[in-house]
């Protein structure tokens, strides 16, 4: 790159560099605030104790004691991962094995199942909640893990169907041709070549739905409300706002600990996601 095409895109970068401290700039007063004492932090704003730390610069590790120890969130966040990472798992395996099947087997009523699959990502599942919760009752699934899995599952399973049979259709034809012609079986073609090949798919949709899953209130509101041993992250510091609103140390420690893993996870595995988005774009 020549020296002039450097100096052109230098606005380009400061403005990018701009948006971007704009952007971190709650996260980062959300990290100093859980970290301040109480009065330190009803006295004065989070900016402070990075600009006087001679002065507001006191920091505790008290505020992440309370909440993980006192306030229950050590095992809510410990019932986030069992009820993330099982979700997630379930919904990728059934939605690849799906979107495989739309894409690449000939069977009867193939496009209207498509068709179906895609009209039932635009159904609010607001509309879902009431029924679905009597279903549960009747089965004894609400306030279990197994109930809230299956919720997440089918709530997530048509989005997720949609973007790997998008990726699935777009792979070339003469691979399953080959692998056909030497043998393989189309369970063997879906192992042996579409899982390695869509890795970057793969793991953007793992993304979506952990971070949905992990952040959502809603559907743990309704199937878990009213049991709080089984209680996620967020239904717990809804209920923390609640009881608690006026203590703003706790509430700040409690919201950085929701937000912790989501953000390990996005930034570790931000390579894939981008591939997995771009995946697909163009074709040949």
Same mark, same amino acid.
């Given at each position: 790159?020549?020296? #002039? ?13 701009? *948006?971007?401290l704009?952007?971190?700039?709650? #996260?980062?007063?959300?990290? $100093? ?12 704003? !989070? ?27 050590g ?11 099982? &979700? &997630? ?7 690849a ?6 894409? !690449? ?19 609010p ?12 009752? $009747? *089965? ?26 998008n ?16 043998g ?17 798919v *793969? ?8 971070? !949905? ?5 809603? $559907? ?12 996620? *992250? &967020?239904l ?11 203590? !703003? ?36």
């Open positions: 790159m020549s020296a #002039s095409r450097k100096v052109r895109r230098v606005p380009l970068h400061l403005v990018v560099i701009v *948006l971007a704009i952007w971190l700039s709650p #996260s980062l007063g959300l990290l $100093v605030s859980s970290f301040r004492p109480r009065q330190d932090l009803l006295a004065s704003g !989070w900016w402070t104790a990075v600009a006087t730390p001679s002065e507001w610069g006191r920091f505790t590790t008290g505020n992440y004691q309370d909440v993980l120890l006192r306030q229950g969130m095992r809510a966040f410990l019932n986030s991962f069992i009820i993330t990472v099982p &979700t &997630t798992l379930i919904t990728l395996t059934i939605a094995l799906a979107a495989y099947a739309l894409s !690449w087997m000939e069977f009867r009523g193939r496009q209207v199942l498509l068709m179906t699959v895609v009209g039932l990502i635009v159904i599942l607001q509309m879902t909640l009431i029924p679905v919760l009597r279903m549960f009752n $009747v *089965l004894r699934l609400s306030g279990t893990f197994p109930g809230i899995w299956l919720a997440h599952a089918g709530y997530g399973l048509p989005l997720m169907i949609y973007l790997l049979r990726f699935f259709g777009a792979l070339p034809r003469e691979l399953f041709e080959s692998a056909y012609m030497d393989a079986t189309p369970f063997t073609a879906f192992l042996r070549l579409v899982l390695p090949l869509s890795v970057p *793969l793991a953007s949709a793992a993304i979506f739905q952990f971070l !949905w899953v992990w952040n959502d209130l809603l $559907v743990a509101l309704v199937y878990l409300g009213g049991y709080s041993e089984v209680a996620p *992250l &967020t717990r510091l809804s209920l923390l706002v609640g009881s608690r609103g006026q203590d !703003w140390h706790l509430l700040t420690s409690a919201a950085f600990v929701s937000m912790i893993v989501p953000m390990v996870v996005f930034f570790s595995l931000q390579r894939y996601f981008v591939r997995g988005i771009l995946a697909g774009a163009v074709k040949g």
